[in-house]
């Protein structure tokens, strides 16, 4: 396990020196993160994740990419010298915490915040992030290792539908990300969690079918499935989208037409809407 663990360290350290081979900041402009008390270097082991902090250009495409503001609690797992964190804060207006389990560098990262003057709205947990509560985080932001983004993916998942999520460099396996960020030659990922939609549903109120049903199935955010509507077969739907908790469809009604759904998820309820009729036009499901 150690030895997975220093291999991960090293391949971390191979791929962020690259990568920080392309920066424009220097090795020794990245440890500018330390002070008088403490000073971290780039590459020193930290308990799951060496430290390397994410470089700044990249750290304001990954906030600008979640459209950070501020009504947002960001949570940054794994926050190194806080500095994710405090541009959350200080540039985006939101309330953030970082998560960090060195001790030295949470308390830097806390001073920091400090002379930074985002005390008020920016803290630094020290903790480990497979351990500690971010349920209650909008955005969370990452940089820390392939394996263990897939560790912290099905915790991810259990989020708030259309909470915001942005890692430095890695991806979540096969759950593909909803846009690419780049940053002079570093690579940023943003996803949004989805909300949960699997599942049969029965609706009431669509078009004034007694018996009417939603048969969806679900990778992620990738959404498939049928609609049954009275004794008629059941069709495909056409032009599926998920985003958050608002699922978006199209289907071809009895009379052939081309209906548009809108409907926004509520855990096993769904409130749904025919766009563009101008009456008896909301209906709503329940999953079974
Ligand atoms: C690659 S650095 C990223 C720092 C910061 N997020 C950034 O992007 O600049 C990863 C950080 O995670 C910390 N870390 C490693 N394992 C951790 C764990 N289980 N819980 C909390 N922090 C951890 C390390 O000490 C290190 O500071």
């Known amino acids: 396990m150690n030895m997975m663990r220093s291999l991960a360290a090293l391949t971390f350290t191979v791929i962020s020196s690259l990568s920080l081979l392309n920066l424009t900041h220097s090795a020794t402009a990245q440890t500018k993160g330390g002070d008088q008390l403490y000073q971290p270097q780039v590459g020193q082991p930290g308990k799951d994740v060496v430290w390397v902090p994410t470089g700044d250009e990249l750290v304001t495409k990954m906030l600008q990419t979640a ?3 501020k009504d947002d609690l960001l949570y940054d797992l794994g926050a190194g010298d806080g500095k994710i964190a405090i541009a959350a804060g200080r540039e985006f ?6 998560i960090e389990y060195n001790p030295e560098m949470a308390a830097l990262a806390q001073r920091n915040a400090e ?9 630094i947990i020290r903790g480990d ?10 955005v969370i932001t990452m940089y820390l290792l392939p394996d263990l983004n897939l560790k912290l993916r099905p915790t991810l998942l259990k989020l708030k539908p259309g909470t915001r999520l942005v890692t430095n460099s890695f991806t979540m396996g096969d759950w ?3 846009q690419v960020i780049n ?6 990922y943003f996803w949004v969690v989805p909300a949960q939609v699997e599942g049969r549903w029965m609706l009431k109120g669509l078009e004034g079918h007694a018996v009417a049903s939603l048969d969806l199935t679900q990778r992620y955010q990738r959404v498939g499935g049928t609609i049954s509507l009275g004794s008629n077969p059941p069709q ?4 599926v989208d998920l985003n958050a908790d608002e699922l978006r469809f199209r289907y ?7 209906q548009n759904v809108r409907a926004t998820i509520k855990g096993n309820r769904m409130d749904a809407e025919l766009l563009g009729t101008y009456s008896n036009n909301r209906f709503d499901g329940m999953r079974q």
């Not at 071809?252 to 081309?258: E, K, M």
């Open 183 to 188: 940053s002079s030659g570093n690579t940023g």
């Open 176 to 178: 593909e990300p909803d």
């Open 129 to 138: 992030i497979f351990k500690e509560d971010f349920s209650k985080a909008t």
């Open 252 to 258: 071809l009604d009895s009379a052939n037409q081309l």
């Open 236 to 239: 495909p739907l056409l032009g």
């Open 67 to 69: 459209k950070v503001g």
């Open 115 to 123: 002379r930074a003057g985002v005390a008020d709205r920016v803290k």
């Open 93 to 98: 207006g939101a309330r953030a915490i970082g």
